[in-house]
């Protein structure tokens, strides 16, 4: 008998060689039917693996990531025996799953494959599927392996193989179809009930724009086919609110290829947004203790190599800007917290000086691969809301809860309600990737937690997502349509102090090193920018949005009462604009519709003769009549219902 350890902390006792389905089995016969995979002492196996030790069991289904992964996983080989029915010719190279879906990249040769093609592949894939074929791993030697390929002339597994080690190489099954695999599967091809082919594109050999370019097959597969009906609407609506669509639809702002790719232009009402946004931040921070500064988009190389920046970024960021001085070398900045670092050395310090919280909207630049680009979501040019937080080791625990509370703040007024908070630590199994020692990344680590606990957040400890220089908190923020972001992270950091020489004087009159908090709630502006369009479609909080009121006379005869309203509602600072356009006023409203501004204002005889306006909503149609005053009321009350006090 060996016992296998359940996620409750249960443990039961089983037959040696009994499998993860027959653990579930025992559990009851609806998780044995909805089980698709398994994780024995934190190796991925099968369900039909037989466990011969004591251990610690995990049971997947398609709820979970990994379940969803083992799935995908297996759609890729699927895929891969169906396009062979079309392109029996083709070299099949890697088939992995991704955050949605999965891919295969294929060498087609002379051969192309297109959308067209999309549909006789599915339908041939869903045929497999349905013959319920079982996902069989078997050992297979290194000279087997390699016959195998040399037969099949393809140069790629050839590759694969002779990088891997002999007794390490297991091949997959199902159907007629064999395939390289570390393994990672469901039962079999029956479990997969809908597909979709979502996309091809090209894809170099390992990345290498040296290597061949090969064509790369996306889809995405399901157990139910309802599931991928409800993914493909969801697809519909998130094309509908993709920022890059909106941002120039809203004129917001744009991109040139004159200017530079990834090098965003903020056009006036984006600009104005944006302002906004900084103000609303820079007025909290004031609150909270914060002093603003401002420092060059440019540093000596010399400070980078200090802060560890250029190890860690220098290879893959832009190259540095030659002087007409010998050997003088700046960089373009890839992070604020040199600067701030400066900042802080411009004078001595007492413990009774700290905390000292310094603050700035600062642009930072790094050279994102031209196919990583994307919108303002990826991006070579972004002004982060940074602060950098230096503070005694008592204050540390204190200062980081008020920066979750700040953090909220902005998350709550506007509208990310629905968020998980993780806890990014060291790779244990990788620690030359990080500065420092050992005994201050388990203070910066301790203090995290401990922190995140005290204030009550449903939080993830993740390995391996630290920054170099510390651990951090960050919040993973999900949007309208469910999908997941990274918005706003707090940092713990014990050794950029010690590398720039940071010192206070304590009690004891001797000099002690501050500890460093790194926050930006916004993460950067672009990228907070792009989720927030997504996430509302373009219907900004009332607060925030470039125009919160259109006037639409009903003729020319009442343009000049409609500026005389216009007048005292831009003196009441409500951002209004007018439509003077010889248009109908159905069309008036049917653009200011598609321009999302939250309130038309209807101008015509009657309310001239009685001094009132007429009001429709956006997305809501009339809601009545009402004086200027009481409109400008109304609009001041609506604001406060979204912008909360800090």
Known sequence: MIKITLPDGSIKEFPINSTPMDVAKSISEGLARNVISASFNEKTIETSTPLTSDGTLILYTFDDANGKKAFWHSSAHVLAEAILQFYPNAKLTIGPAIENGFYYDIDLGEETLSEKDFKKIEDAFLEIARGKHEFKMREVSKADALALYQKESNPYKIELIENLI??????????????????????????????????????????????????????????????????????????????????????????????????????????????????????????????????????????????????????????????????????????????????????????????????????????????????????????????????????????????????????????????????????????????????????????IISAATDKGLNFVIEEGEAAFYGPKLDFMVKDALGRSWQLGTIQVDYNLPKRFDLTYKGADDKLHRPVMIHRAPFGSMERFIAVLLEHTAGNFPLWLTPDQVILLPISEKYQKYSEKVLESLENSEIRALLDTRNEKTGRKIRDAEVAKIPFMVIVGEKEEETGTISVRKHGEGDIGTFTIAEFVEFIKKEEDKTLKKF
């Open 166 to 447: 002999d007794g390490d190489i297991t091949f997959c099954d199902h159907n007629t179809f064999t395939d390289l695999c570390r393994g990672g599967h469901i039962p079999n091809t029956g479990f997969i009930k809908a597909v979709k082919i979502t996309n091809v594109a090209g894809a170099y050999w390992r990345g290498d724009e040296k290597n061949n370019q090969l064509t790369r097959v996306y889809g995405i597969s399901f157990p139910k086919q309802k599931m991928l009906t409800d993914y493909l609407e969801l697809i519909e609506e998130a094309k509908k609110r993709d920022h890059r669509k909106l941002g120039k639809e809203l004129e917001l702002f744009t991109f040139s290829q004159k200017v530079g790719a990834g090098l965003p232009l903020w056009l006036p009402k984006g600009a104005a947004l944006r302002g906004r946004l900084e103000n609303f931040l820079k007025a909290a921070q004031k609150k909270a203790g914060y002093e603003m500064v401002m420092t060059p988009h440019i540093g000596q190389k010399e400070l980078y190599i200090t802060s560890g920046h250029y190890e860690k970024y220098g290879a893959d960021s832009f190259q540095s800007i030659k002087t007409p001085k010998m050997d003088e070398e700046f960089l373009l900045k890839p992070m604020n917290c040199p600067h701030h670092c400066e900042v802080y050395n411009f004078k001595p310090y007492s413990y009774k000086d700290l905390p000292k919280r310094f603050a700035e909207f600062g642009t930072v630049y790094r050279y994102e691969q031209s196919g990583e680009l994307h919108g303002l979501t990826r991006v070579r040019g972004f002004t982060q809301d940074d602060a950098h937080i230096f503070c005694t080791p008592e204050q540390l625990d204190q200062e980081f809860k008020n920066v979750i509370d700040l953090v909220l703040y902005v998350f709550g007024s506007l509208g990310f309600e629905n968020f998980t908070a993780q806890v990014s630590i060291r790779d244990m199994q990788n620690l030359d990737k990080y500065i420092g020692d050992v005994e201050t990344w388990e203070l910066a680590e301790k203090a």
